[in-house]
């Protein structure tokens, strides 16, 4: 029998009666000494006295209430579990847990908060459990103890209505299955049937054989994409890798949805992305991967290995692979562009194909991208006889639209370099090198390389592939050869020396004659015009002499007639007399000397005149010097 705040709940039927009888006997005693009391006019009591005392009558007779009436009171978070202990009905069928139709055992109906009579404990036992609460951000996982077998194709319990399993009645009439099912209780609290329903939470995983990380909501990190796995579902078709798209399940979060539409069981076509998720862990597995990521300069082909149709949607010109439409089973005809992609690389493969030029080393080089890894300097013959390894620079070029026939035709970039680069760039050197000798490759290489690159470029096309350039690199002849083209050469460098110094020397003598006769045109030059300056000064002076003459002559003419006339007018000695004065007046001719000596007996006449002239001289000097100060003088 269940009691009110904090009584005892549960009562065996011959304790029940003991303690009834017991509360009768002190309610009677109890009654009678306040009768006495009252009939004495010695008691009076207040109106809270009558509350109180109404109230523990309540308590005083509740539990013999409770067990004549069946009362069974439910606290507001709890549910009541109810037992049959026995019933006219009988006992349930074999296998079955839960009685529906009131059966002894376990009832299918729980009881609600509240007051509930009728359920007296010779026929029933009452257990109230807490409400079951599944906190944010976690999931409630559900075991049936009972209901149908689960089909041997199916390992988890199918969905049923049943109001999230808080209605076990409907949940057994709908043909809910035993075991673990498919459905999941979400962030909440629920009023469930703990006989029927086994509630497994963070809180009592590692009781169940969980962990409580599995119990929580499963998020996909950022960047990432998660590639499913079902553990349900009808098995994969044969042949095929992966289950189908399945619309409207909600990224696998109704199970019941993903099985009614045909899910398959095992890897998944579909993809969950960035989020957070409520995923059963008994019906899905859940494997996290980078998006793929295609960087800039390349372009993604896609390669599936899933897919619906697998038409040639490549044209009927190219007839050397097979190119599908997007979402078809094959390499797609359209690339990924630069950027991240949510693939499946599971079920599907991109190929990165680079769309800016690459080179490619024949020769111990690798460049970063490292198609050119296995690629080594090409061995040759030439038409000599000679063996000599040769060191070749191959450019190409695929273009965005070009890359899926180059992927359907070679499978890969790598492939591409390995079997069709590499033995059309080597069987093209070592065909065309016999035609040559080694001096040809040594001293015509930009003819052979330009050679080359024609070849190449017409070859590469027909594989969608643009050849760009083919650039010759080292080239190494044998140690013998180069010995003997290292002789000719400095023989053929020194008679170029030689032929220098000669046209040097040739040039020097070439540069003094010119020298020479530079200098001695310049002497001839002067003489020259030494010789026409002497004809041009004799001939002024032979012009000079006649006009001399012709002055003489004219002045003797002139002064011949005038020394006509003046001897015929004067006569010729008064004439000659007065010329020889002019003349004396004007040359200055002194008639009288400036120092007079005598000739006197005593022989002083002359040192008298010695010392006259010095006394001039001196006399001479002084006036001169004084004019000189005299012109000096501002």
Not at 443 to 468: C, G, H, K, L, N
Request: proline share 4%.
């Amino acid at each position: 029998m269940l009691g009110i705040l904090g009584l005892p709940t549960i009562l065996t039927h011959d304790a029940a009666i003991a303690q009834s009888i017991s509360q009768k006997d002190n309610a009677a005693n109890t009654r009678s000494q306040t009768l006495q009391l009252m009939q004495a006019g010695e008691l009076s009591f207040p109106l809270w006295v009558w509350v109180i005392g109404g109230v523990v009558i309540v308590f005083i007779f509740l539990p013999q209430m409770g067990w004549i009436l069946g009362l069974i009171v439910v606290g507001e978070r709890e549910v009541g579990i109810v037992v049959k202990k026995f019933s006219l009905r009988g006992d349930l069928p074999p296998g079955q847990l839960v009685a529906l139709n009131g059966e002894a055992g376990y009832q299918a109906d729980t009881l609600a908060p509240g007051w509930h009579f009728g359920f007296y404990p010779w026929q029933y036992s009452v257990r109230k459990e807490s409400v079951v609460v599944i906190p944010q951000g976690e999931i409630g996982l559900i075991i049936a103890n009972d209901g149908k077998s689960i089909p041997p194709d199916r390992i988890l319990g199918k969905t049923v209505p049943c109001d999230n399993f808080q209605n076990a009645r409907e949940f057994l009439l709908a043909g809910g299955e035993k075991g673990r099912q498919l459905g999941i209780l979400t962030a909440g609290t629920y009023r469930v049937n703990t006989a029927l329903f086994t509630i497994i939470t963070s809180a009592n995983a590692t009781a169940n054989g969980m962990s409580p990380s599995e119990l929580k909501l499963y998020s996909v990190a950022t960047e990432k994409v998660g590639i499913v796995t079902t553990l349900d579902g009808t098995p994969i078709e044969t042949g095929a890798i992966a289950g189908a798209i399945i619309p409207e399940h909600d990224n696998f979060q109704n199970a019941q949805l993903f099985i009614n539409g045909g899910g398959r069981r095992g890897l998944q076509e579909q993809v969950i992305l960035s989020g957070s998720w409520n995923l059963n862990p008994w019906f899905v597995q859940i494997e996290q991967v980078k998006m793929t990521d295609i960087p800039i300069g390349y372009v993604g082909v896609v390669i599936s290995f899933v897919g619906g149709a697998q038409d040639d949607v490549s044209g009927a010109l190219f007839t050397h692979g097979h190119l599908v439409n997007v979402g078809d089973k094959g390499v797609w005809i359209e690339p990924l562009y630069p950027g991240k992609h949510p693939l499946n690389t599971h079920i599907m493969k991109v190929e990165l194909v680079p769309t800016t030029n690459i080179v490619l080393n024949f020769s111990d080089r690798t460049e970063e991208h490292g198609y050119d890894s296995k690629l080594r300097a090409l061995n040759v013959r030439s038409n000599d006889g000679f063996a000599f390894n040769l060191e070749v620079a191959q450019i190409i070029h695929v273009g965005a639209l070009d890359a899926p026939r180059v992927i359907s035709r070679v499978g890969s970039m790598q492939n591409l370099v390995d079997h069709v680069l590499r033995p059309t760039v080597g069987n093209y050197f070592r065909n065309s090198a016999q035609a040559y000798t080694v001096l040809d490759f040594l001293i015509a290489r930009s003819d052979r390389q330009a050679e080359a690159a024609d070849f190449i470029r017409t070859a590469m096309q027909a594989y969608d592939v643009q050849a760009v350039d083919t650039l010759l690199g080292q080239i190494e002849p044998p140690e013998t050869l180069m010995q003997t083209l290292t002789d000719r050469k400095i023989a053929e460098e020194q008679r170029k020396t030689y032929e220098v110094q000669r046209i040097s020397q040739t040039q020097r003598q070439e540069l003094v004659r010119e020298t020479s006769l530079a200098d001695i045109q310049r002497e001839v030059v002067t003489a020259e015009q030494g010789v026409r300056i002497a004809e041009l000064q004799a001939s002024a002076k032979v012009k000079e002499a006649a006009g001399e003459a012709e002055s003489i002559r004219v002045t003797g003419e002139a002064k011949a007639d005038a020394y006509r006339a003046g001897v015929d007018a004067l006569g010729g000695s008064s004439y000659v007399a007065l010329q020889l004065m002019q003349t004396i007046g004007d040359r200055n001719v002194r008639v009288v000397p400036d120092v007079a000596v005598n000739g006197s007996d005593r022989g002083g006449g002359l040192l008298d005149g010695v010392l006259g002239m010095l006394l001039w001289n001196q006399n001479k000097e002084a006036k001169e010097e004084k004019s000189d100060r005299l012109t000096r003088l501002p």
